[in-house]
């Protein structure tokens, strides 16, 4: 069984930096991860993703140039470094493993929550 911990959200002002962990269990084979987040009201929407190796990875362009996701295959561990932040970037962030791009089904961790304010 797959389960995904979210964590290091927070409060921060705009052009700020958060990095956020998320610890997979559960998953035997090589995998790639990825990092989503949902606004209220808004539907969640995908961030960014990397591959098993961390030699490919990919962003929303909403995001690109200012996050960047990273991995340790040791800790089974995916990051997501978030600098200059934005109020728009409020949301609660959730990653994704197994994940290979497009849609995403599951399973869901708890989120991290990241407020930004102006």
Same mark, same amino acid.
């Given at each position: 069984?797959?389960?995904?911990?979210?964590?290091?959200?927070?409060?921060?002002?705009?052009?700020?930096?958060? !990095?956020?962990?998320?610890?997979?269990?559960?998953?035997?084979? !090589?995998?790639?991860?990825?990092?989503?987040?949902?606004?209220?009201?808004?539907? !969640?929407?995908?961030?960014? +993703?990397?591959?098993?190796?961390?030699?490919?990875? =990919?962003?929303?362009?909403?995001?690109?140039?200012?996050?960047?996701?990273? !991995?340790?295959? %040791?800790?089974?561990?995916? =990051?997501?470094?978030?600098?200059?932040?934005?109020?728009?970037?409020? +949301?609660?962030? =959730?990653?994704? %493993?197994?994940? *290979?791009?497009?849609?995403?089904?599951?399973?869901?961790?708890?989120?991290?929550?990241?407020?930004?304010? *102006?």
């Amino acid at each position: 069984q797959v389960q995904l911990v979210e964590s290091g959200g927070g409060l921060v002002q705009a052009g700020g930096s958060l !990095r956020l962990s998320c610890a997979a269990s559960g998953l035997t084979s !090589r995998y790639g991860m990825g990092w989503f987040r949902q606004a209220p009201g808004k539907e !969640r929407e995908f961030l960014a +993703a990397i591959s098993w190796s961390g030699g490919n990875t =990919y962003y929303a362009s909403s995001v690109e140039g200012r996050f960047t996701i990273s !991995r340790s295959n %040791a800790k089974n561990t995916v =990051y997501l470094q978030m600098n200059n932040l934005k109020p728009e970037d409020t +949301a609660v962030y =959730y990653c994704a %493993a197994p994940y *290979s791009g497009g849609k995403y089904q599951g399973p869901w961790g708890q989120g991290t929550q990241v407020t930004v304010s *102006s």
